[in-house]
C-alpha cells in the first residue's frame, strides 16, 4: 500500500491507552522529564503563559504557512510543533516574539505539558497516513487519545482544522471527531503550505472540516 493508491488507506487497529503518557517521537511523553530537556519545557511554559490567545499548527513542514499567521496576526501567540529538527532551526532563526517554534511530539505537548481550556486553534494539515503497517500502528497522529487530549486542552469556543488528501484518512478523522460539532474553517492567510501548492498544482482533491470540542 502506498500513496499511489491512497484510497486502499485503512486505519490501524485501536491500540490500549498507556497507564500514564504516550509512546511518541523524540522520547515520548516522558523526554521532558530530564534534567537535560527542562529548559525547553521551561521555555515552553513561559511562552504560553503570556495573555492572547493561542494557536498551534501540528507538523508545520517549512514553516511559510505559520510564519506569514504570526506575523499577520501578531496579538496572537502562535506555536509551531514539528519532529524534524532542521525545519524547526531554519524557522526559528526567522520567527517574530509572538511565535514559539519547538522540536517536539504533538502528542506528548497535547497529553502531559499543555494546560487545560488554554488552546484557541489548533491546525493539522496533511498528517503522514503512514502507508506501511507497522508505522501506521505506531506513529500514526491522530488517534482516539489524541483527539480527546486536544478536547482537553481546547477553550470550549476552540476549534480544530484537519486537511488532508487521503480520502479514507478523512474518513477516519471524521469517525474521531464524531462527537464534535463542525466548525467554519479558521481564518487563513495568503501562503498555503507545501502539500497544499502540490494538491493544487496536481489537480489533487483535498478534504476538510473544522470541529469545536463538544460541550459537557
Known sequence: MSRDDPDAWTPPAPTPRAAQGVRGALGGSRLFEQPQWRHEREAFDRFIAQPGPLDVEVGFDFGGRLLDHATRWPERLWLGLEVREARCVAL????????????????????????????????????????????????????????????????????????????????????????????????????????ERVCARDNLPVYRAAFSPPRA
Not at 484537519?162 to 479514507?168: E, L, M, N, S
Open 92 to 195: 526559528a532563526e526567522r520567527a517574530p516574539p509572538n511565535l514559539h517554534v519547538w522540536r517536539a511530539d504533538a502528542r506528548t505537548v497535547f497529553n502531559i505539558l499543555m494546560p487545560e481550556a488554554r488552546v484557541d486553534r489548533v491546525d493539522i494539515l496533511f498528517p503522514t497516513p503512514w502507508w506501511d503497517d507497522a508505522k501506521r500502528a505506531k506513529r500514526l497522529l491522530l488517534t482516539a487519545q489524541f483527539v480527546e487530549d486536544l478536547r482537553r486542552a481546547l477553550k470550549p469556543t476552540g476549534v480544530v482544522a484537519v486537511a488532508t488528501d487521503v480520502g479514507p484518512y478523512f474518513t477516519h478523522v471524521e469517525a474521531l471527531f464524531a462527537g464534535w460539532a463542525r466548525a467554519a474553517w479558521p481564518p487563513c492567510g495568503e501562503v498555503p503550505s507545501r502539500r
